[in-house]
Every structure is written in C-alpha cells, then in structure tokens.
Nanobody, 123 residues
Framework: QVQLVESGGGLVQAGGSLRLSCAAS????????MGWFRQAPGKGREFVAS????????HYADSVKGRFTISRDNAKNTVYLQMNSLKPEDTAVYFC????????????????WGPGTQVTVSS
C-alpha cells in the first residue's frame, strides 16, 4: 500500500508562485509514474502534469504549459509541482497520484491518490 501526502498549498496573489510537494511512503516510488491533478469547486478533476519514474519524460495540460514544472527526487520519495505565474483560474484542490510499474506516459488510470492540498489564487 502506498500513502501519498501533499503539502505546500496556500493563498497567493495572481502572478505569484507556489511549490507543491507530495511525499510517498513505501519502496515503490522509484518505479511509479506520478501525476498531479486538480479539482476546482463545482468542476471535475482535471489532469495537470505527469512524470515517468526516472523523471526523463513529462506531460502537461495545455492550460499550465510554460508555467508549471513537475519534477521528482527518488531519493526523497517526493514529487514536486512548481507553479509560477499563477492565475485565479488555477484555484483548486491539487492531488498527487501514483501508478506503480508504469514506465512511460500517458497514464490512463492511477492506483493511489493523496488527500489533496488547497491552492487559492486571488486576483
């Protein structure tokens, strides 16, 4: 069983930056593709970014390309989401997810999810 815990959310003004972290338990992190998703109030869950186990490949939603960067540190069992040039429409609960044994992208279905962290961008 893998447990994921997100952190780093908060309130920021438009144009500002935040870095989210997702810490994973267990020994499977380095063999898991990781993803970030978000869900705004009244909307469905939306893909944000994903990364292969080695970190060699990344995918992004068009809405965040050029502003967000996903990265990982397998020695720390942690995946990050650096968010720059934040906009009010980025306001959402952000979730990280893990897919064990997936070596390439995209990932169609994730196995494990964290509880989420709130990001609020004020205008």
């Amino acid at each position: 069983q893998v447990q994921l815990v997100e952190s780093g959310g908060g309130l920021v003004q438009a144009g500002g930056s935040l870095r989210l972290s997702c810490a994973a338990s267990g020994r499977t992190f380095s063999r898991s593709a990781m993803g970030w998703f978000r869900q705004a109030p009244g909307k469905g869950r939306e893909f944000v970014a994903s990364i292969t186990p080695s970190g060699g490949d990344t995918h992004y939603a068009d809405s965040v390309k050029g502003r967000f960067t996903i990265s990982r540190d397998n020695a720390k069992n942690t995946v990050y989401l650096q968010m720059n040039s934040l906009k009010p429409e980025d306001t959402a609960v952000y979730f990280c997810a893990a897919k064990y044994g997936r070596w390439y992208l995209p990932v169609s279905e994730y196995d494990y999810w964290g509880p989420g962290t709130q990001v609020t961008v004020s205008s």
